[in-house]
């Protein structure tokens, strides 16, 4: 079973940055969608943004476009989401999930299949 690792999470000031990883241990990530996902407390799951397995395509929420890049290394197994320009309002936990290749939008976020246990952003001053 595909298991996910985020790492990167942390306190930040507003303005500041953080690059965000998503390791796979065990198994390729050659042939998977990624997504990044964010909860923040007493909201739903939302999603972030996600890139195809080849890297060749990648979609954002109009919240973070430009101010985040999704960007995957297969050779190392890992996806990475460098965030800057973070604003309080970013706040939450941050998971990774893999779909399959055929899943373009975090939109079908029931076809993700396999989950990190998350990581904690929070910007503040």
């Known amino acids: 079973q595909l298991q996910l690792v985020e790492s990167g999470g942390g306190l930040v000031q507003p303005g500041g940055s953080l690059r965000l990883s998503c390791k796979s241990s065990r198994f390729s990530l050659d042939y998977v969608a990624m997504g990044w996902f964010r909860q923040a407390p007493g909201k739903e799951r939302e999603g972030v943004s996600c890139i195809s397995n080849s890297g060749g395509s990648t979609n954002y929420a109009d919240s973070v476009k430009g101010r985040f890049t999704i960007s995957r290394d297969n050779a190392k197994n890992t996806v990475y989401l460098q965030m800057n320009s973070l604003k309080p309002e970013d706040t939450a936990v941050y998971y990774c999930?893999?779909?399959?290749?055929?899943?373009?939008?975090?939109?079908?976020?029931?076809?993700?299949?396999?989950w990190g246990q998350g990581t904690q952003v929070t910007v503040s001053s």
């Open positions: 999930a893999a779909a399959p290749p055929t899943i373009a939008t975090t939109d079908a976020i029931d076809e993700y299949d396999y």
